[in-house]
């Protein structure tokens, strides 16, 4: 389970576009608790989608079909991935440009669940199309980020950026390509990958000048996070060069014998986790 990240924002005061779009999606699934026929009107078919593509009903549930979701959960693990991964992504892009990002990654991800789709007769609705843009441009930018992580619902860790999202890419190519048989029938796991395919395309054209790609990790996380850094197994440790070497006394044989011994640690911590 994804926590939070340690990037703070540095051109943009507040990220007004990813709270504005957490906003839509809160009020798109409270109108569908209701008696509002907005689900009716936006979810997308996949069927209806390729019958006639040209068609503006079409077009506008493949836009809209991303401010719905199927439930509580599904609306509160898009917004939590969202509220992560947005505010830094629409700090390099710009607020107009990240906005573009996110609404076509969405478009290619249903796009892409329509083509794909084995039950075209089944609704599709849910942000993560367009978010799984928003990750796979934040895993361009900031592949060296250092995200918070519950692993297994149970450990506090330190991952790289790089690591949980080329694992969560991963599960998803895994599961389409088995037909969610390793895993829910019900996700949309290609809508996922058209997403994730279209962040990637899209965030070189769309970044701001002179915001570059693999950004390097920040030299301590953000101090409203520290707490949470003191109680978390690292596999993100800082690297430490010049002085810092010296002064310490060790070099890369060192670190490297350092990471294989956390990760040691933390395969014995999992397994006695599971007595708990």
Partial sequence: MLLADDLPLSRIRTAWVTWGLMAACVLGFL????AS???DTLALWPKDLLAD?????????????????GGWLHLG?????L???????????GHWRFLLLYLLAGVAGGAAHSIMATDPETPLVGASGAIAGV????????????LFVLAFARLPVLLPASWFVAAWFGVNLLEAATGGHGGERDVAWWAHIGGFVAGLALVLPLRQPGVGLFQPALASPSPRLGWLRRVSFDFAPEVKTGEAHASHGYGLADGRLAALGKAVLFVVLLFFSAWF
């Fill in 31 to 34: 109108l569908q608790l209701g």
């Fill in 37 to 39: 026929p907005l689900e």
């Fill in 53 to 69: 593509p040209k068609d503006p009903h079409q077009l506008l549930r493949l836009a809209g079909y991303m401010f719905l979701h």
């Fill in 77 to 81: 693990g898009n917004l939590l991935v």
């Fill in 83 to 93: 509220f992560v991964f947005g505010d830094n992504v629409e700090d390099a892009l």
């Fill in 135 to 146: 990750m796979a441009a934040y895993l361009l930018l900031y592949p060296r980020a250092k």
